[in-house]
Nanobody, 120 residues
């Protein structure tokens, strides 16, 4: 069984920084893309950043230049460094991984989410 576990959320003042981490564990043959999404109450979940197994990255326009996604393929982890945080970044952040547990069929897996609150 595959699990994604996030850590690193919390309360930070505007302009501050936080680093989110996510570790995938369990029966994992191969991971394609990993990423971070976020969701506000009553809103749809939105993409924040993704990174492929080849290291190609994609960012939402709202976080470009402030957030950086990175990945450790050997450890099956993905991190999100968030700088210059704004109150509008306040969301629940979810880790996502597109992976094949046995190498044949690909599935999307999600973590349970971690709250990020930006407030003075």
């Amino acid at each position: 069984q595959v699990q994604l576990v996030e850590s690193g959320g919390g309360l930070v003042q505007p302009g501050g920084s936080l680093r989110l981490s996510c570790a995938a564990s369990g029966s994992i043959f191969s991971i394609n893309t990993m990423g971070w999404y976020r969701q506000a109450p009553g809103k749809q979940r939105e993409l924040v950043a993704t990174i492929t197994d080849a290291g190609s990255t994609r960012y939402a326009d709202s976080v470009k230049g402030r957030f950086t996604i990175s990945r450790d393929g050997a450890k099956n982890t993905v991190d999100l460094q968030m700088n210059s945080l704004k109150p509008e970044d306040t969301r629940v952040y979810y880790c996502n991984a597109n992976l094949a547990p046995d190498g044949t069929i690909w599935y999307d897996y999600w973590g349970r989410g971690t709250q990020v609150t930006v407030s003075s």
